[in-house]
């Protein structure tokens, strides 16, 4: 029973990673895009900050998981 727990924990450990390593690519990507605009748009703005949250938040997750990246 102990087994399938830890193994329950570790998929979705690995799941929360992977997540975030996703939310990271799209929040500099949009840094980036908001970066090499001239004109800044509200778009490209709120979609920058929405992003962010969503990385911090999976952050936090970790964080009270106790997750390591290694």
Do not use: P
């Not at 329950?8 to 992977?18: A, I, P, Q, T």
């Not at 975030?20 to 979609?47: C, F, G, H, P, S």
């Not at 900050?49 to 009270?64: G, P």
């Amino acid at each position: 029973m102990f087994s399938r727990k830890r193994k329950l924990k570790k998929e979705f450990d690995d799941r929360l990673l992977s997540l975030m390593l996703e939310t990271k690519e799209d929040w500099e990507r949009a840094r980036e895009i908001e970066r090499y605009l001239n004109d800044y748009e509200q778009e490209v703005i709120v979609r920058r900050k929405i992003a962010e949250s969503k990385h911090f938040y999976l952050f936090k997750e970790a964080k009270i998981r106790q997750l390591s990246s290694e």
